[in-house]
C-alpha cells in the first residue's frame, strides 16, 4: 500500500459544495419523482421506466460524470489541480511498481 498523505490540498468546501451540487444535477437529469405502478410505493423513475424507492436513490452512489463540463473558473482550477494530482501520484507509483502499468490502458479524467 502506497499513500499519498496531504498531496493535495485545495478548497475543499468549494469542492464539496460543488460535489453536492453535481450529483443532484445528475440525479434530477436521470429521475423523476413516481409511484411504484404494482404497489404504489413513492420513490422515482429512471429514463427506461424503471422503479427505485426513494431510500435507494438516496444511498446509491453517484457516478457524476460530466463535472469536467462546468465552465467556471474556480471549478476547472480545483479540477485541474486535483487531476495534476492524481497524475503525478500516478506517475511516482508506476516507477515504484513498473508491473501496474499494463494495468492501465486509458486515461480519463475524475
Known amino acids: 500500500v502506497v499513500l499519498y498523505r496531504e498531496h493535495i490540498s485545495t478548497d475543499w468546501d ?4 460543488f ?9 434530477d437529469t ?15 423513475i429512471n429514463r427506461n ?3 427505485f424507492p426513494t431510500e ?4 446509491m452512489p453517484q457516478h457524476c460524470a460530466y463535472v469536467q463540463a462546468d465552465a467556471r473558473p474556480e471549478i476547472q482550477a480545483v ?4 487531476e ?3 497524475d503525478d501520484c500516478l506517475w511516482d507509483y508506476l516507477h515504484l511498481f513498473p508491473i501496474a502499468g499494463m ?5 480519463i479524467k475524475s
Open 79 to 82: 479540477l485541474k489541480k486535483l
Open 49 to 51: 421506466g424503471y422503479f
Open 14 to 17: 468549494l469542492l464539496r459544495a
Open 19 to 27: 460535489s453536492e451540487e453535481a450529483a443532484a444535477k445528475e440525479r
Open 56 to 59: 435507494s436513490i438516496e444511498v
Open 30 to 44: 436521470m429521475y423523476v419523482p413516481g409511484k411504484d405502478p404494482i404497489g404504489g410505493e413513492d420513490g422515482y
Open 103 to 107: 494495468s492501465i490502458w486509458w486515461k
Open 84 to 86: 495534476d494530482a492524481k
